[in-house]
């Protein structure tokens, strides 16, 4: 029973009842079971005709049945298989995840970075927003237990030009050492993965702070430095081949930029400035329609859209002869050439390189080189990265880039919000280590030298059924208020496929009222026509008549690794971080 307080002289009781197995659960337990009791066999075959785990032995049976032994305490556990109550644990437990735990790594890491979607970290030093947060080491720390593997930094000369600091130029973000950032990335980079990490450096220095940069690069990563052969590669390396090193990434320098007056970078991303991800949770994310009509709104000074790659073209610069110990160590060039964004496309069949994009120039170009970009794409590398006017550290629809083959979609991974959980959702496929194969049909190029185009929709190649049963798990993690202050919270599912244009939807469910453990048991159809795309959105909300939904609860998964059956799914929080015990059941099924 939990009892609210309306005023003074009233309160409200609420029975809080156990959470019952779903109508469903026990159809099925009848099904697999003998006088209310599930063997190792029944067991086997549920796991192996219902949940489509085609290898599962009684050996697997059997631990599940163990992981099962820590509630012996509450009269469920039998020596010869499970009751309904042990069976419903299982299904709502930690040990019946949505993507298979053991999988690891597992696709085929031998072919080039360029057919790897890359998990890419923007500003990757920034504490919070762009503009005047402080630059650590310890957002760089968070990112790589994370699985980042491209990190960025910003190289200025101190104030007494005889040091090199990160920090984002030009504004009133407090500066980190440069030698810090490095310690750090050496000491976290292979934590979560061992797979390369990819630093960008954004170079703003003198040729003696160059000289000085190389040295400290050099001692502070050793063996783990990766030093092409020659001064530019003809195919990338594989992250197999490159595992535990450490790749630097940036334009070959030419000139010293002097720093504008801090004055001039605040007013013009003034005149742009977006508001904090829609307070709560995050905007909805964008479809490219929207994202090139938002654009073209607003009149955005060309001084916040610059990148490491056009910074020479309205600056004042000092031209000298790069460091030749700093050039060495350039793995992977970036920088575009003096025939504009169509050469820049055409790409080099003796070289590759790396091309950056802001989110809007790739919005704009895709709509009439989109084929041009993904040819482009299968040798080359393409970055993407944030608008300048994001000063508040959000972030943009980041499947606009992965559409169209870009490796590095660049996102300010402190920026939270609904399109960083589109991100966490991509990386959680194949283990987690910061490489996801890019489909096969972007690599494919045809007779006619013709590629896939994202403008074109396809016919449907997947269906996914989704079954929201119930979930469970707030009264736990949360106070017995947090929601409303008078009454058990109002539950609403939000589910849906963020993908190309044509499979993106998003759908609800009723809401539950007063209840703890809501139970919607509803059913959702989603046509795929690029289901290696397409990532599976949940969400959870409580209504609230008089003010905004409050959140209850996200997560993001990929749905090209999902496993079918009943599955338990743990939520997170707006953060991305996995709430203690809040979790959904659910059941997958693809036709």
Known sequence: MTTYRVCLCFRRKFRLGSTEPPADIKTIFERYSENGIMSIDHLRRFLVEYQGEANATAENAQAVLDSLREFKHLNIFQRKGLNLEAFFRYLFGENNPPLAPSLGAHQDMNAPLSHYYIYTGHNSYLTGNQLSSDCSDVPIIKALKRGVRVIELDIWPNSTKDNVNVLHGRTLTTPVELIKCLKSIKEHAFSASPYPVIITLEDHLTQDLQAKVAEMVAQTFGEMLFYPKTDYLEEFPSPAAMKKR???????????????SFKDKEDSAQKGKVSTDDEAWGKEVPDLKDAVEADDKNDHDQSEHQDEDDLDDDEHKLSQNPAPEYKRLIAISAGKPKGGLKEALRGDPDKVKRLSLSEQELEKVSLTQATDIVR???????????????VDSSNYNPLIGWMHGAQMVAFNMQGYGRSLWLMHGMFRANGGCGYVKKPDFLMKTGPGNEVFDPRQTSHVKKTLKVKVFMGDGWRLDFHHTHFDTYSPPDFYA????????????????????????????EEFIFPLTVPELALLRIEVHEYDMSEKDDFGGQTCLPVSELRSGIRAIPLCDRKGE???NVKLLMRFEFT
Do not use: C, H
Request: no cysteine.
């Open 578 to 580: 996995k709430l203690k």
């Open 494 to 521: 939000r589910v849906g496929i963020a993908g190309v244009p044509a499979d993106s939807v998003m759908k609800k469910t009723k809401a539950i009222e007063d209840n703890w453990a809501p139970v919607w048991n």
């Open 246 to 260: 450490i790749i630097i990434s940036t334009k070959p320098p030419k000139e010293y930029l002097e720093s504008k």
């Open 376 to 390: 482009f794409t299968q040798k080359n590398l393409l970055r993407v990265y944030p608008k300048g006017i994001r």
